[in-house]
Structures are given as C-alpha cells and as structure tokens.
C-alpha cells in the first residue's frame, strides 16, 4: 500500500478521497487555490499545498504545479477525483514519467475512451448496442450530409471530446445540418480544443443508464450494477441518481452488465469506471459513452453493494486483486442521491455564491452526506456549483424516497441560494415516484408542461 497519495482536486470529492485514504492507513496531500485556503479539503488532509491562483487553469488544471507538489511532497500515487485532470490522457502519462502512481487506468484507455466517436466504434466491436451514427469524427460536409440522411432526423451532432453534458447539439431536419455542424465544430474547438464532431441518433425520451465497474491490474472485471440517472437539468447534468433502476426487467439489468463488461475488457481497463448507456422505452439500451474515473454519484452503488469504491481505487493502484466474484455480489436496497447545488433552477439555473450562515446537514437512519460545506464558508465563485450530496438508503425505493423527503425538510443552509427546493418538488412528483421519468422530465417540469413519462 502506498504511503502518502496526493489528491489532485478540491471540494466534496477531495475530502471524500482524503477520508478513504484516512481509513486506509495513507497520509494524505491536498493541494489548493489560493481561493480555498479555508476549504475544508485544506484542512482535513495530513499536509496541503498551494498550486496557484484561483482560476482553475491557473491551479486545480496546472499539470507542472501539481506535479511539483507531489515531488515536494514525497507523494507516491496521484487520486485526480472527477473532472479536472482526471481524464486528461497527457497527465496520466506524466505521472508514470516522474514515476508517481495515477489512481485510474491507463493513458492508453483514458485516450480511447476519451474520444467519444472512438468509443462507440469500440463499444459495438465489443459487441454493446449502439446508435445509429458515425463511427469516427465527420472528415468533410458531404460525409456528414450522407451520414445524416442515413441515420435520419432528429439526430444529435456531438463533440468527439464533449463531456458534462457540453457540446451536444439537436438537428431536426436537413436544411438545419450544415449550418448546425459548423457552430458544434467551433463550440467544439473553444470547449475542448478540438473541432471533431460525429452524428448520433436522436432518442426522444430516453432513460439514461449507467453500469459502475471495478476492474483489477490482474485481468478482473467486474460490474456493480447499474443507476439510474435520468433527472437532468437543461444542460444535461445530473441531479438526482439511483440505484437499482426502478422499474427495469431483469433480462436488461443482466444484459446492461454483461455489455458493460465487454467493454471494459475491450481497452484492457482496469480501475473505477463507468459505462453510459440509454434506454428507451421498449427497454432497448444503446452505449452512449464510458467515464474513465471515479463518479459524482458513486455513493449510491457504495450504498447498494456495500463495497467502498474509493478505497478500491487504491488498492486497485496499490496493485491488489479483487476479492469479489460477480456471481456473490448482489444489491441491497435501493439508494438515492440528491445533488445540492448553488443554483437557482428556476432562473435557468444561475449559479449563486455566498458566505455560509447556516450549514445545517441532515442525519439519521440510512442518510450520508458527502460535503466540503462548514458554517461560516464562503463559496467561491470559480468552481462547480456543488455544495453536497444527499444520499439515502433503505430497503425499498418507497422508503427510499419517505428518507429523501425527510432529509431534504431537514437540510437547513443559508446565505447562498441552492436548488433544495426544486429538488423537494421533484421528489414529490408522482412520475418520480412511480419510477416513470425520462431526461426531459426537469425541462418538462420547470416549463409547466405535459411530463413526459417514459412511456412505459
Ligand atoms: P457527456 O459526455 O457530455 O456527458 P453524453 O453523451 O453522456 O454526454 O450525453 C449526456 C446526456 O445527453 C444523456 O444523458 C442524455 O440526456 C442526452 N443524450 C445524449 N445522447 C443522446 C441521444 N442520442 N438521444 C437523446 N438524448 C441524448
């Protein structure tokens, strides 16, 4: 087991990897902005380092510093969190250079997996459904107008390199698609620093679906099931996930497992990951993409299967094999996490920032709370909206959600404005309960209008 891990991230998932590595026996490094000196991250590790200024690009995203910050600090294996440096291929590759361990897989399945075109290429070889698309970026104007009328309209033109729910854009009819494909290959070159786009078939209202794996350095790999994340905002990112899916045949769940092995196995992954897929309402599923790092919502498979992922993540690195067997690992209840977030969902989601007066969580029975708030923090205005996560767990999903309820009434913070009470009224919907909803159903929801019920 390594001796010392550098956390290369800030907020709830920083002090989640901190609290893993605390359990584990491991020191543990945080590094920070000069905006979160008095981040709580800062002060649970056992030594923090400062990497810049504020900006992220400036710190959290500053390969040399966070590099230099492990080699001062004597740290062995970098954890990267999500988003930030965490599938960045390039910093992968540097720590193996200076020696340091990355706490995911390799550069080489990063790269693969981080090219979303590629991705669907490989998932199909692999033998997991896909889209109707194109299966590499679109190379000219006349390819993609070909590949269009092949795939057919509605379709959705997607950045090779797009993630968080960015760089994917709607096209409903031909006339549409050139001047569509232009605008998504800018936006693509700004956002991610590359203009390569492909087409994918447009689902109207899919559930969105995802399979967690765990995968070994010794050839294991397994799945933990699957969650269901299709309450998303406008810009699809998620709010609300759960785990099992509700209302899903067991035929699907089998099969969402199995293809999501396939894949994993296809690029010889090996650490946490996560296999997306879509669903649609005669329960056809489609891969839509893999996220080659730890998930915001990894807690409600924790909750679900008992296997702490964080701490697996590295042992995994620390070279340890799996003790788990598909065939024995079975769920346990059923989870739900609810993000709370610094955003006022009803202004189209318009961030809030603030000094924290009160920061009360809520507690009890089968309720966790992942979190870098403390009463008197300031919420920076650089960085993700995410203050906490809500996560239940219970015997069955309608205790489940009896618990959610309770622990939303109970959540008291002030002093920044927060999308709680948005989150409230989902919950309370009778589409949400009944298990029925697809990813329209927030945009649905905030218009006022039909909601749309998965069709099941
Ligand atoms: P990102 O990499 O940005 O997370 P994804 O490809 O995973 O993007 O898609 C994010 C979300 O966008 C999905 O959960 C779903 O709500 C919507 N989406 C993506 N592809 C499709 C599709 N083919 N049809 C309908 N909705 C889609």
Same mark, same amino acid.
């Given at each position: 087991?390594?001796?010392?891990?550098?956390?290369?991230?800030?907020?709830?998932?920083?002090?989640? *990897?901190?609290?893993? &590595?605390?359990?584990?026996?491991?020191?543990?490094?945080?590094?920070?902005?000069?905006?979160?000196?008095?981040?709580?991250?800062?002060? #649970?590790?056992?030594?923090?380092? &400062?990497?810049?200024?504020?900006?992220?690009?400036?710190?959290?995203?500053?390969?040399?510093?966070?590099?230099?910050?492990?080699?001062?600090?004597?740290?062995?294996?970098?954890?990267?969190?999500?988003?930030?440096?965490?599938?960045?291929?390039?910093?992968?590759?540097?720590?193996?250079?200076?020696?340091?361990?990355?706490?995911?897989?390799?550069?080489?399945?990063?790269?693969?997996?981080?090219?979303?075109?590629?991705?669907?290429?490989?998932?199909?070889?692999?033998?997991?459904?896909?889209?109707?698309?194109?299966? !590499?970026?679109?190379?000219?104007?006349?390819?993609?107008?070909?590949?269009?009328?092949?795939?057919?309209?509605?379709?959705?033109?997607?950045?090779?390199?797009?993630?968080?729910?960015?760089?994917?854009? =709607?096209?409903?009819?031909?006339?549409?698609?050139?001047?569509?494909?232009?605008?998504?290959?800018?936006?693509?070159?700004?956002?991610?620093?590359?203009?390569? @786009?492909?087409?994918?078939?447009?689902?109207?209202?899919?559930?969105?679906?995802?399979?967690?794996?765990?995968?070994?350095?010794?050839?294991?790999?397994?799945?933990?099931?699957?969650?269901?994340?299709?309450?998303?905002?406008?810009?699809?990112?998620?709010?609300?996930?759960?785990?099992?899916?509700?209302?899903?045949?067991?035929?699907?769940?089998?099969?969402?497992?199995?293809?999501?092995?396939?894949?994993?196995?296809?690029?010889?992954? !090996?650490?946490?990951?996560?296999?997306?897929?879509?669903?649609?309402?005669?329960?056809?599923?489609?891969?839509?993409?893999?996220?080659?790092?730890?998930?915001?919502?990894?807690?409600?498979?924790?909750?679900?299967?008992?296997?702490?992922?964080?701490?697996?993540?590295?042992?995994?690195?620390?070279?340890?094999?799996?003790?788990?067997?598909?065939?024995?690992?079975?769920?346990?209840?059923?989870?739900?996490?609810?993000? #709370?977030?610094?955003?006022?969902?009803?202004?189209?989601?318009?961030?809030?920032?603030?000094?924290?007066?009160?920061?009360?969580?809520?507690?009890?029975?089968?309720?966790?709370?992942?979190?870098?708030?403390?009463?008197?923090?300031?919420?920076?205005?650089?960085?993700?909206?995410?203050?906490?996560?809500?996560? @239940? !767990?219970?015997?069955?999903?309608?205790?489940?959600?009896?618990?959610?309820?309770?622990?939303?009434?109970?959540?008291?913070?002030?002093? @920044?404005?927060?999308?709680?009470?948005? #989150?409230?009224?989902? *919950?309370?919907?009778?589409?949400? =309960?009944?298990?029925?909803?697809?990813?329209?159903?927030?945009? &649905?929801?905030?218009?006022?209008?039909?909601?749309?019920?998965?069709?099941?």
């Amino acid at each position: 087991m390594f001796r010392k891990i550098l956390i290369a991230n800030r907020g709830e998932i920083a002090v989640r *990897v901190i609290r893993a &590595c605390k359990e584990l026996g491991v020191r543990s490094v945080a590094v920070y902005s000069e905006a979160d000196r008095d981040a709580l991250h800062v002060q #649970l590790a056992d030594e923090a380092i &400062c990497v810049g200024a504020p900006p992220s690009t400036e710190s959290y995203l500053n390969i040399p510093h966070i590099l230099m910050a492990a080699q001062i600090t004597g740290a062995e294996a970098i954890h990267p969190g999500y988003g930030y440096l965490s599938e960045r291929s390039s910093f992968a590759e540097a720590c193996a250079a200076l020696g340091v361990k990355f706490i995911g897989p390799t550069p080489d399945a990063i790269a693969k997996m981080g090219d979303k075109s590629l991705a669907r290429a490989i998932a199909h070889r692999a033998g997991a459904p896909v889209l109707p698309g194109t299966e !590499h970026a679109l190379q000219s104007e006349d390819e993609a107008v070909a590949a269009a009328r092949a795939v057919g309209f509605p379709l959705l033109i997607k950045a090779a390199a797009g993630g968080g729910g960015r760089g994917i854009r =709607r096209v409903m009819s031909e006339d549409d698609l050139l001047p569509a494909l232009r605008i998504a290959q800018s936006e693509a070159q700004a956002a991610f620093g590359s203009p390569e @786009v492909y087409l994918e078939k447009y689902i109207p209202e899919p559930r969105h679906i995802e399979v967690q794996i765990l995968a070994d350095e010794h050839g294991k790999v397994l799945h933990l099931f699957e969650r269901e994340c299709s309450i998303q905002n406008l810009r699809h990112q998620k709010m609300i996930e759960e785990a099992p899916a509700p209302c899903l045949k067991p035929e699907t769940r089998r099969a969402l497992g199995e293809a999501a092995v396939k894949v994993a196995q296809a690029v010889g992954y !090996h650490n946490a990951g996560t296999i997306e897929f879509l669903v649609d309402s005669e329960e056809n599923f489609y891969f839509i993409e893999m996220n080659t790092r730890l998930q915001v919502e990894h807690p409600v498979t924790e909750a679900i299967t008992g296997v702490d992922i964080v701490q697996w993540q590295i042992r995994i690195a620390a070279g340890e094999p799996l003790p788990y067997e598909q065939d024995a690992l079975a769920v346990q209840g059923h989870a739900i996490e609810a993000r #709370l977030t610094a955003e006022i969902p009803e202004q189209d989601f318009t961030p809030s920032t603030g000094r924290l007066s009160e920061w009360t969580p809520p507690g009890g029975p089968g309720v966790r709370v992942d979190s870098h708030l403390y009463t008197g923090y300031s919420v920076p205005p650089y960085y993700d909206p995410l203050l906490a996560k809500i996560i @239940v !767990h219970a015997p069955t999903r309608e205790q489940a959600l009896m618990r959610l309820q309770r622990a939303l009434q109970e959540t008291r913070i002030a002093g @920044v404005q927060t999308c709680r009470e948005f #989150l409230r009224r989902v *919950v309370q919907t009778d589409e949400f =309960r009944a298990g029925a909803v697809s990813t329209l159903f927030v945009s &649905c929801l905030l218009k006022g209008a039909t909601l749309p019920g998965g069709a099941r």
